[in-house]
């Protein structure tokens, strides 16, 4: 503790790291009085006030005035004159706006290894303003839009069109769309799984802030990264092409996007409302914050289920071509088991299963393993959800929307538990021309099954 007493005491600014002088030059010049760094206003070798610390982010970047955002050291440095050229080249005839040749193109400018960091992740989101300093320039954000240096006018992006639309539903005087806090959650989880952490561990406190900030939006329980009303569709993420990775610890129950490293995808709660009969769930967590770090947890859940043994071979449903009268035939076959490396999932014929509808015989059972397809698994299981929405997927794309989830059991004393392994979804080649519903395939053979997810 003798560093914490000889800070207390007080220090020159000339003893801190170049980046913390120049942030607090900039505060000095905007008269702003005080500076909050992480590194120096929590104890770094304290897990338990680290723990505590990681739990207010949602208080401390959503209040601030503005934050800075900036990677590189000595952020206020000259920048070199070659890195960023500007230059009005003509008034357009009859307007007062004028033509600009820039360098480089603005999706070419260096941003900084910040926009890599899963921890810097919140820090953008939270903030009413970031004032960002990267290699290439000064960025301006706030809920209404973004400004650059060398631009005249406020513009709008995907992130600051999602600072705006938790702005919106922050405002307590207007009620949100009933759906959009979840949408808007997935939205960011989506952006944040993109991003990198030192530790796998940090993989749910790195965004406690924004889950503070969401319980008391949603008034929701939140569970190990989702949330006990939208469960439903919450369980049914699934990787962002290629395979995710296993954590080197554990981070979350396998029915959470957060138990594994890699992008995930949510853009299909877009299109379906999913429901789900929870009988039990939990959680457990280190410490006293709900959205800290966790180290158990499980779901109990009612629902439809049967077996789905993996054959020999796959689908190429890509590969497989229409007749004269524009109907597809039965599926082209791989030799042996693959990934297609359009979308990253395999593709299985339902007639290779007991007890199926499939009139054409050109059905096809779409598996999005999370990691990779267990080689020791010959038989899985699935569990069905109940899916409402305005497109019928099933007679749309074999890689929409899931139907359910994929999962592996094992026995555990006197009962079995399962574990998530990915998403499914039942489609058919020739779905588009199908006229009637008897005309769907399905699998079929569903029993009502109370399982626990872990």
């Not at 790195?206 to 503070?212: H, M, R, S, W, Y």
Request: net charge neutral.
């Amino acid at each position: 503790m003798t560093n914490i007493d000889s800070l207390k005491r007080g220090f020159m600014a000339s003893q801190l790291p170049q980046n913390f002088q120049d942030a607090i030059s900039v505060a000095d010049r905007l008269g702003i009085q005080y500076v909050w760094i992480d590194s120096l206003c929590i104890v770094q070798d304290s897990v338990s006030d680290w723990i505590f610390q990681s739990s207010l982010m949602s208080a401390v970047y959503g209040s601030s005035y503005f934050t800075i955002y900036a990677s590189d050291a000595g952020f206020l440095r000259p920048r070199s004159k070659a890195s960023f050229l500007e230059a009005k080249v003509c008034q357009l005839p009859g307007s007062g706006d004028w033509i600009y040749a820039r360098y480089p193109r603005y999706e070419n400018y260096v941003t900084g290894r910040l926009w890599e960091r899963g921890w810097a992740f919140q820090e953008l989101i939270l903030p009413s303003r970031v004032l960002e300093y990267s290699p290439s320039y000064i960025r301006w954000y706030c809920n209404s839009g973004i400004l650059i240096e060398t631009a005249p006018d406020l513009t709008t992006s995907s992130l600051s069109r999602l600072k705006n639309k938790i702005a919106r539903m922050n405002q307590r005087n207007q009620k949100p769309f009933e759906h959009l806090p979840y949408a808007t959650w997935y939205e960011l989880v989506q952006s944040y799984s993109r991003r990198k952490l030192d530790k796998d561990s940090d993989k749910l406190p790195a965004v406690a802030g924004l889950a503070n900030l969401f319980f008391d939006l949603l008034n929701d329980q939140y569970l190990a990264g989702l949330w006990k009303k939208d469960l439903a569709a919450g369980i049914c993420w699934r990787k962002y092409q290629e395979s995710l990775q296993e954590p080197a610890y554990y981070t979350a129950p396998s029915w959470s996007w957060a138990s594994k490293i890699g992008p995930v995808d949510f853009t299909f709660t877009a299109l379906h409302n999913y429901t789900l009969e929870v009988a039990d769930y939990s959680t457990y967590v280190h410490g006293r914050s709900r959205f800290g770090q966790v180290k158990g947890g499980y779901l109990t859940v009612k629902g439809p289920m049967r077996t789905f043994k993996i054959p020999p071979v796959t689908a190429d449903v890509y590969g497989t071509e229409k007749n004269h009268t524009g109907i597809y035939g039965p599926p082209k076959l791989h030799s042996k088991i693959e990934e297609n490396a359009t979308n990253h999932c395999h593709f299985f014929e339902i007639k290779t299963q007991e007890n199926f509808r499939n009139s054409l015989g050109t059905g096809i059972c779409t598996f999005s393993f999370d990691v990779c397809l267990p080689a020791d698994l010959p038989t899985l299981y699935l569990f069905k959800l109940k899916k409402e929405g305005i497109i019928n997927i099933k007679k749309a794309e074999f890689a929409g929307s899931p139907d359910g989830l994929v999962l592996r059991r094992y026995k555990h004393e006197d009962d079995y538990l399962y574990t998530r392994i990915g998403v499914y979804q039942v489609a058919d080649l020739n779905a588009l021309r199908m006229a009637s519903d008897t005309e769907y395939t399905e699998l079929r053979g569903w029993v009502t099954e109370t399982i626990t997810i872990v």
